[in-house]
């Protein structure tokens, strides 16, 4: 027998493969507001990228799977060492190294120098 007591309404549409700079209203406004629309196509292949299902797993997983503080080894001898869960690693791998987050900083450090471009710290918050 099935019994049916009440819809659920309340609950986000799961973020899936979606970009999640293009399905940012708000973001997407305030990067164009402050000048910076001139690297949205950089802003949405990082969207893309972090929005894959494989990304917001890893990302499920860094979460719950916080990191572990190692004061002391079997012995005594202090350590002080912090383990991170792989997820952890392979996300800061993909967000800094894939997507061009480290070449955002430096094209933001050069564009400013070279012609003042503005928005280009927007452009690094956002990325």
Same mark, same amino acid.
Do not use: K
């Given at each position: 027998?099935?019994?049916? %007591?009440? %819809? ?14 293009? $399905? ?12 910076? $629309? ?6 949405? $292949? ?8 494989? $990304? ?13 503080? *190692? ?8 350590l002080d060492d912090v ?14 190294y894939q997507s061009g ?9 050069? *564009? ?8 280009a710290f927007y452009v690094?918050?956002?990325?």
């Amino acid at each position: 027998m099935h019994w049916q %007591t009440h %819809t659920v309404f309340n609950q986000l549409i799961p973020l899936n493969n979606s970009n999640l700079y293009l $399905s940012d209203g708000a973001l997407c406004e305030a990067v164009t507001r402050e000048g910076a $629309s001139w690297d949205s196509d950089f802003l949405a $292949s990082i969207g893309q990228q972090l929005g894959t299902a494989e $990304s917001l797993e890893l990302g499920r997983l860094a979460n719950v799977n916080p990191p572990e503080l *190692l004061r002391y080894d079997a012995q005594g001898r202090r350590l002080d060492d912090v383990r991170f869960h792989p997820a952890w690693h392979l996300l800061m791998q993909g967000a800094m190294y894939q997507s061009g987050a480290q070449s955002c900083l430096g094209r933001r450090r050069s *564009l400013r120098r070279i012609c003042g471009a503005r928005g280009a710290f927007y452009v690094t918050c956002a990325g």
